[in-house]
């Protein structure tokens, strides 16, 4: 409560973990170290036929020492603390409002300059020939000819994903296609006959915002902007706090990844609404954020950073698949 999320769970599964899977926001700073207190929740006692449960305090592991000087001191004795309170039977937990994790800010506008543009991914329209018999080019090599022939494209390569695609679209479009181009060097979709418009998302991953930009990769204009608050702010508020949260868990590097790429993912989808457009239609995505952020939206475990000499895994650029990363 008051989110209405239910679920099941293993016997001695956490509340705040419990919650986290549920998709509720609590707020844990200390990373589950007994410090902080702002992870409090109530049990709520009693009958519940609309959830046909029967819930009490006693269906929480009994409170320890720890646990019960800090709510005494913070004058929570009707309370648990969801990072150390494990679930042993049907319960009904109350989040109070000092200890949801807000939706903040969440509007990152985009400023506006001057810049060239100046693409990775281009796009364009070809006629591909017609296959002869006793002729031994495949489709692929005929494309190549056709980009070569049209854009002065050569040595190309094509993402595995764009060839699966590449014969049905010569066959529905009477070999016309719209090719996306990558750096000039891969072709890494096809789509039949002729199609406008080529798009790329910015996301900007702060330790408390994401922010993501739609852009029209040929004006350089946004489209749409979308953000919400950074779902790793339910394992830690602040960077150091979830490098903890690692160096404590051996699945936080795997948790925290997981939840920003369905942040990403949530938030390319809002956008491309926003704009008209479908998810598909984004080529390109670049992405920029402190170290502990990339390494985690990466999944590279950070926990080098929590201490000296604080080494990275990789300080330079990289050029990924989005599907590598579950985009």
């Known amino acids: 409560?008051?989110?209405?999320?239910?679920?099941?769970?293993?016997e001695g599964t956490n509340v705040l973990d419990a919650a986290r899977e549920l998709g509720v926001g609590i707020e844990s700073i200390c990373s589950g170290r007994l410090t902080c207190g702002k992870c409090k929740v109530r049990v709520e006692e009693g009958h519940f036929a609309k959830h046909a449960i029967t819930s009490t305090a006693t269906h929480l592991t009994p409170v320890g020492g720890d646990e019960r000087d800090l709510l005494h001191a913070m004058h929570g004795d009707d309370c648990r603390l969801?990072?150390?309170a494990q679930v042993t039977g049907d319960v009904l937990i109350y989040v109070p409002e000092e200890s949801r994790a807000h939706k903040q800010i969440i509007r990152k506008a985009a400023g506006e300059r001057v810049i060239d543009i100046d693409p990775a991914v281009r796009q364009f329209y070809v006629q591909v020939e017609d296959a002869a018999l006793g002729e031994h080019r495949g489709d692929w090599r005929r494309l190549q000819d056709a980009l070569e022939q049209e854009a002065g494209l050569t040595d190309l390569t094509i993402d595995l994903h764009a060839l699966r695609k590449l014969q049905p679209a010569l066959r529905q479009a009477k070999r016309a296609l719209t090719v996306i181009v990558w750096n000039d060097r891969e072709v890494i979709d096809?789509?039949?006959?002729?199609?406008e418009g080529i798009y790329g998302l910015a996301v900007d991953i702060g330790s408390t915002t994401v922010a993501a930009y739609l852009c029209d990769l040929r004006t350089g204009e946004v489209l749409a902007t979308e953000s919400e608050m950074n779902p790793q702010i339910s394992f830690g508020e602040d960077l150091m706090s979830r490098v903890s949260y690692v160096m404590m868990n051996d699945d936080g590097t795997e948790k925290m990844h997981d939840a920003i790429i369905k942040a990403l993912n949530k938030l390319a989808g809002q956008?491309?609404?926003?704009?008209?457009?479908?998810?598909?239609?984004?080529?390109?995505?670049?992405?920029?954020?402190?170290?502990?952020?990339?390494?985690l939206f990466l999944g590279v475990d950070p926990r080098e950073l929590g201490g000296t000499p604080f080494a990275l895994a990789n300080r330079d650029a990289m050029d990924i698949k989005a599907r590598d990363l579950g985009l």
């Open 82 to 84: 969801s990072c150390t």
């Open 271 to 295: 956008a491309a609404h926003a704009a008209g457009l479908k998810i598909r239609d984004i080529h390109e995505l670049v992405v920029a954020g402190n170290t502990t952020m990339m390494h």
């Open 190 to 195: 096809v789509r039949p006959g002729y199609e």
């Open 1 to 10: 409560m008051p989110s209405g999320r239910r679920g099941r769970f293993a």
